[in-house]
């Protein structure tokens, strides 16, 4: 899975990102920790709004989904506990969606789940662990497509999106935040999914941490100056 | 549908008058004084338009107070049967109208003294009886006299009207077959002076010939400004000749 | 709760009395339109045009559908311009009534929709029956003030950059030609309104502004954020190359002398026409990448080698 991202792009928010992947483009912005409207406040923890708009039309039931998938993700990943009575808004701007709206979102959670994680580390919110994503399909010959574009989404008999914590730097797997599977699959293929998806999301990780290095490196040089 | 002929090749318009002729513009204040703090009533043309004014007062919710100045909140309403057809929506919360009351309280925040009543609220209210055209100037209009009447400080009059341009002749304040046949410049005047305080274009209009629609809607403004003036004193002599014959 | 951007005194006395010296925080001059960026997407009708930090997003789309009983001729255009916190937290999702996004909505619908910038009856495929529905989708990215005017070059551009997919008609059958299958086809774009927006500030106190007569009120055009946040009074002018007044909206503010009022008019001319130029200029570099090979084909090219 190749993709490019950028982090640090919008000036009114405390984190933002971008990310292109193949036909994929998303943006997306995080603000917190703020303050939150009353009925959002969370005596303990840090509550979350994420909100998902698509590139065509008014958000619907399909971006309504897109939502409660990602805030299943991060939930558990963000310590949540560090920022009781604050808020965390997440937004994402879908400009190209790069798949066939009315039938697939794997893309689109895939994607939005590493640029999410890229604005949150970007805002400075405190993680528990790192994570990282991707959409999977196999194909009529039951063969295993990783990062599936458009065509093989359509062609495919099953779609999946796989969604990992990674932990010691990115190289050990602690926990899966999300498998979302539709279509026709046995167990083994299941079970193939996770194993493949670990591998290239383990490398996925270290592409992730190398974006996040290279940032820090250049903000300190700044500093430094 | 037969074409109306909106300006004749004798000069005249519509409803017979010449281009730089204003409406039948009547209007009295303090019409309903047990209901407000200040009132007008203004007919221009087949406008037909109340307008109340209640306040300075207490703002109704605490985070409504402003401790440097009072808080100005205009509502419009439109009633259904302001048009020759009657409309099926009541005009509430279009954006239209919406945008009109922001253009209003935009205009009037900088008029009238706020910063003289602090932590208060100047509720302004606003029922379009009947609407026959250039009903933002009418509006303003309204708006002038019953603050006037309520009492409140402003540095000078505000006095709106529209302009049409047919073909290359300005038509000072349109009618509504006027304003659907032609595009019209909407314009608010401060005083006697050359300053607008609102100015909308909402058709397409040459530049070139915005300037010649400028000076003739400002010359109408202040026309109209003189009529309000008048109607204003001879209203405060009466009522000066009452209090002083008890 | 919408969280309103708050700006320290000391900030706001310094940028006024900073333009009261003839300076801007961005060292532009008064009159200094910010550089406008236009970028294509990979999809026809994808924009995203960039002016200092302001950045805005325009997408598109169209598909068919059946046009309103009362206007059998025409197709359906709409214009979607919703905000959304990611351009600041000062902007509320799914709430759009706050006053300034009603005036950013309004103005844009009047400088594009009502303004016949595209040809509705074009879209017309089967009177009565089926027509295109044409949608513009405006996505605010990052906010650094002149929203309206970000957006206006957004939507025209994009529209200037769309291509519907081409049909047949027979009778009441219409036939939809993939992308891939037939060259698609532009709108009709009957003239480019462009919105310059011009802020004005008050150095002195109000009574002079009214009364007085020096009209030393301060304009300046395409202001940022913080030059929003501070201003008097707004003045949005939208004009083609025709030379046509569009739309022209001061609701309120600060009140101006005419002949002042004019002369930003006429300003707004100048900068118009270098926009509608710098749009063309864009859409035929990216018309030329899309397509390379359309030189080796055109007829033009044999006549020259021979």
New interface residues.
């Given amino acids: 899975m190749s993709f490019q991202a950028e982090t640090g792009i919008l000036t009114q928010v405390d984190g933002s990102s971008q990310i292109q992947s193949q036909k994929t483009k998303i943006f997306c912005s995080v603000t917190g920790p703020i303050e939150p409207k009353a009925r959002q406040e969370l005596p303990t923890q840090l509550a979350l709004e994420i909100i998902v708009r698509p590139s065509l039309g008014v958000p619907n039931t399909r971006e309504k989904l897109i939502e409660d998938k990602l805030r299943a993700v991060f939930t558990p990943l963000i310590t949540r506990y560090l920022y009781p009575r604050q808020l965390c808004q997440i937004t994402l701007q879908i400009l190209s969606s790069g798949e066939s709206e009315q039938e697939f979102t794997q893309r689109e959670v895939a994607n939005s789940i590493n640029a999410t994680l890229l604005a949150l580390i970007d805002a400075g919110i405190a993680l528990n662990s790192m994570c990282a994503a991707i959409s999977l399909a196999i194909s009529s010959d039951d063969k295993l497509i990783m990062d599936p574009n458009d065509e093989q989404l359509k062609a495919a008999k099953s779609v999946h999106v796989l969604a990992l914590e990674l932990v010691e730097s990115s190289t050990v797997v602690k926990n899966v935040l999300l498998l979302d599977s539709y279509g026709d699959f046995n167990e083994k293929q299941l079970f193939d999914i996770l194993e493949q998806g670990e591998i290239s999301l383990l490398k996925l990780g270290k592409e992730i941490r190398s974006i996040v290095e290279s940032k820090i490196i250049n903000s300190n040089l700044i500093i430094q100056k | 549908m037969s074409r109306l002929e909106i300006y004749s090749p004798e000069g005249l318009r519509l409803d017979g008058r010449r281009w730089n002729e204003l409406r039948r513009f009547e209007s009295s204040i303090n019409t309903h004084p047990h209901a407000s703090d200040g009132s007008s009533y203004l007919e221009q043309g087949n406008n037909k338009i109340i307008t109340l004014v209640k306040g300075p007062k207490e703002p109704t919710s605490r985070s409504q107070v402003d401790t440097n100045k009072a808080l100005l909140r205009i509502s419009v309403n439109i009633t259904q049967f302001s048009k020759f057809e009657r409309s099926k929506s009541s005009h509430r ?1 279009e ?2 109208v ?2 009109m009351q ?10 009238v003294m706020l910063n003289l009543y602090p932590r208060t609220l100047i509720d302004i209210e606003i029922h379009v009886l009947q609407q026959d055209g250039g009903i933002m100037g009418s509006l303003l209009n309204g708006i002038t006299l019953a603050l006037i009447d309520a009492g409140i400080a402003m ?2 009059y505000i006095s709106g009207i529209s302009v049409g341009l047919y073909d290359t002749t300005p038509l000072l304040d349109v009618n509504s077959l006027e304003e659907t046949a032609m595009s019209s ?1 909407t314009l ?1 005047v ?2 006697k ?16 010939r ?2 010649t629609v ?2 003739i809607g ?1 010359a109408g403004a202040h026309r109209i400004r003189d009529l309000m003036d008048e109607e204003l004193r001879s209203h405060a002599e009466k009522r000066v000749a009452n209090a002083s014959s008890r | 709760m919408a969280k309103e951007i708050e700006i320290s005194n000391s900030e706001s006395k310094f940028l006024l009395e900073a333009l009261r010296q003839n300076y801007r925080l961005d060292g532009r001059s008064f009159s200094q339109f910010r550089d406008v960026k236009i970028a294509f997407g990979d999809e026809y009708g994808d924009v995203t045009i960039e002016m200092g930090k302001t950045k805005v997003h325009c997408r598109i789309s169209c598909q068919i559908t059946q046009p309103y009983e009362d206007r059998p001729f025409e197709g359906l255009f709409l214009i979607s311009t919703e905000n959304s916190p990611m351009a600041g937290p000062q902007f509320e999702n799914g709430n759009n009534t706050n006053e300034d996004e009603v005036l950013i909505a309004r103005i844009i619908e009047k400088a594009v929709r009502r303004s016949g910038a595209l040809d509705i009856e074009g879209l017309c495929i089967v009177a009565g029956s089926k027509c295109w529905a044409v949608r513009a989708d405006v996505h605010f990215l990052n906010c650094d003030g002149g929203f309206i005017d970000a957006s206006c070059i957004a939507v025209m551009a994009g529209l200037l950059h769309f291509r519907k997919p081409d049909i047949t008609v027979h009778g009441e059958q219409v036939i939809m030609h993939p992308v891939d299958e037939r060259e698609p086809v532009p709108l009709g774009i009957l003239h480019v309104p462009i919105c310059v927006t011009f802020s004005f500030f008050n150095p002195m106190d109000t009574e002079e502004n009214i009364k007085g007569d020096t009209n030393a009120e301060i304009t300046i055009i395409d202001a940022t954020l913080k030059e929003e946040l501070l201003r008097d009074g707004v003045l949005t002018v939208t004009l083609n190359k025709n030379r046509e007044v569009v739309q022209v909206s001061k609701a309120g503010g600060l009140p101006m002398d005419a002949l002042s009022l004019m002369e930003c008019c006429r300003k707004a001319y100048a900068i118009t026409e270098e926009i509608t130029d710098k749009i063309t200029y864009v859409l035929k570099k990216d018309e030329k990448r899309r397509n390379k090979f359309a030189d080796l084909l055109t007829s033009e090219n044999a006549r020259e080698t021979s």
């Fill in positions: 919360n954006r239209r919406l945008e922001t253009a209003l309280v935009r205009t009037f925040e900088k008029n540095y000078d410049v608010g401060v005083g002076s050359e300053k607008l305080s609102l100015l909308l274009v909402e058709d397409k209009i040459p530049l070139d915005m300037e400028l000076a400002i």
